[in-house]
């Protein structure tokens, strides 16, 4: 069950547009899920749904927070869908149809009420959203937009594109399910779980994004990040019942934590290794550990788990271990070898390079890194990137070098870079060193 906010209590500090902020961030998605049920179009629902928080910015400063401002914002948005249609020549004929639809309960029944329909609403709008019809990133940017209450502009600079380029992706994304029809139905059966493992798949791009920006000069962007979690706990809260839910928000949970400290001041990217524990977020490993723990319990009532869980099952044996040198890599590994079984592909097994190499040796590492196919990952850095980490362990440091360097030149992250480029460096002055070693003193 969702819990119900009450923003009328909010400290005397805190000013209406606060108010309305907080409100529009926790109830916009039940807002729009609501409307477009009731319309039938995410256009319509969105439009109405925007001037409802207009109306709000020009009221609440006047008159007060309403005592339960998402039925307020329904009320008002519903209103004048009604005051719409009537106007709307085209849609005369509608009239009938959708305003009695919308007049029920004076078009909205009291939301603490119906907290499970309106929860139904958010679910079928978290669906729709991530519609088969539409390509993947149109469907990160519409869940970004709609569900997520984001702007334009945040997701355009979140993706690095211009606002005309994504509110045109967002357009014609908003057009395709219109064009095919588009159900605003839960799905059942084995459509429901296809559908869900597209929602998750998107909740989880959208914070892959934010935690290791694929291009620009940021290393990471963490408000895509954090909204990728707040998405998580909500189809957690949504879909108590799947494991693989919880599973996911274990995972960007427990990720998450980290990133307060994986750059310094300065905005340079910090490795895994030197990063200063003590500023991992405590409340997101808490809520992580959390919610693997539900995933487990579900696990153990039959229900099946997969990628997710068991990568968030690898993220918490580095949250619980007090220091780099205390990880469980033979724990890790062994993960990474069930995981590759339930979810192969090349992200998993360079994951498991990594982890043999940890447990076992840099040859161990090497020897599972040479099982992939050279082009695995198109021209993606991470395969070099940790051939180059394998072969520095193994004192191989001109080699190294290479390989830093040419993973280098495949990102198109700028932070990325410079830690390869530095990589790549710092592997050609071992070199130097073992060579002058070898050669001892001049006579």
């Known amino acids: 069950m969702l819990a119900r906010w009450s923003y009328a209590g909010l400290v005397p500090?805190?000013?209406?547009?606060?108010?309305?902020?907080?409100?529009?961030?926790?109830?916009?998605?039940?807002?729009?899920?609501?409307?477009?049920?009731?319309?039938?179009?995410?256009?319509?629902?969105?439009?109405?749904?925007?001037?409802?928080?207009?109306?709000?910015?020009?009221?609440?400063?006047?008159?007060?927070?309403?005592?339960?401002?998402?039925?307020?914002?329904?009320?008002?948005?519903?209103?004048r869908g009604i005051d719409q249609i009537r106007r709307a020549e085209t849609l005369r004929r509608k009239t009938a149809e959708i305003g009695h639809t919308l007049r029920e309960e004076d078009a909205m029944p009291d939301l603490d009420e119906q907290v499970d329909y309106i929860e139904d609403d958010a679910l079928r709008l978290i669906f729709l959203s991530c519609h088969p019809s539409l390509t993947p990133e149109s469907r990160a940017a519409l869940t970004l937009r709609v569900v997520g209450g984001l702007s334009t502009g945040e997701i355009a600079r979140g993706f690095l594109v211009t606002e005309k380029a994504m509110g045109q992706r967002i357009s014609r994304a908003k057009k395709?399910?219109?064009?095919?029809?588009?159900?605003?139905?839960?799905?059942?059966?084995?459509?429901?779980?296809?559908?869900?493992?597209?929602?998750?798949?998107?909740?989880?791009?959208?914070?892959?994004?934010?935690?290791?920006?694929?291009?620009?000069?940021?290393?990471?962007?963490?408000?895509?990040?954090?909204?990728?979690?707040?998405?998580?706990?909500?189809?957690?809260?949504?879909?108590?019942?799947?494991?693989?839910?919880?599973?996911?928000?274990?995972?960007?949970?427990?990720?998450?934590?980290?990133?307060?400290?994986?750059?310094?001041?300065?905005?340079?990217?910090?490795?895994?290794?030197?990063?200063?524990?003590?500023?991992?977020?405590?409340?997101?490993?808490?809520?992580?550990?959390?919610?693997?723990?539900?995933?487990?319990e579900l696990a153990a009532r039959g229900k099946p788990v997969g990628r997710y869980y068991l990568q968030a099952a690898i993220a918490a044996q580095h949250v619980r271990a007090t220091t780099a040198a205390d990880t469980d890599w033979p724990r890790i590994a062994a993960l990474y070898d069930i995981l590759a079984d339930a979810a192969p592909g090349p992200v998993v097994d360079v994951n498991r390079a990594v982890a043999h190499g940890r447990a076992f040796g840099p040859d161990a590492g090497l020897q599972v890194l040479a099982e992939l196919e050279p082009a695995a990952l198109g021209d993606s850095p991470l395969i070099p990137s940790v051939r180059g980490d394998l072969l520095f362990r193994a004192g191989r440091y001109a080699e190294a070098g290479e390989a830093f360097t040419e993973a280098a030149s495949r990102t198109r992250n700028a932070a990325e870079r410079s830690v390869l480029m530095r990589r790549a460096r710092e592997s050609l002055a071992e070199d130097r060193l073992v060579h002058e070693s070898n050669q001892g003193p001049a006579t």
């Open 13 to 79: 500090a805190q000013t209406a547009a606060d108010a309305i902020t907080a409100a529009w961030r926790a109830e916009s998605a039940r807002l729009v899920g609501a409307l477009t049920r009731m319309t039938r179009s995410v256009q319509l629902a969105e439009d109405l749904a925007q001037d409802a928080l207009v109306a709000a910015l020009e009221q609440w400063p006047a008159s007060g927070v309403p005592d339960n401002p998402a039925a307020w914002l329904m009320t008002t948005a519903q209103r």
């Open 176 to 296: 395709t399910l219109t064009t095919s029809r588009a159900e605003f139905e839960l799905p059942s059966g084995e459509d429901r779980e296809r559908r869900l493992d597209d929602v998750m798949a998107v909740i989880y791009l959208i914070f892959n994004e934010g935690y290791s920006a694929t291009a620009g000069d940021d290393w990471m962007r963490p408000e895509l990040a954090h909204e990728a979690m707040r998405l998580a706990r909500m189809l957690a809260l949504l879909a108590p019942d799947e494991p693989e839910i919880h599973g996911l928000q274990a995972l960007l949970e427990i990720q998450g934590s980290r990133m307060d400290a994986r750059a310094d001041a300065e905005g340079r990217p910090i490795l895994l290794a030197d990063q200063d524990r003590g500023r991992w977020d405590q409340l997101l490993i808490r809520r992580g550990l959390g919610a693997l723990r539900s995933a487990e």
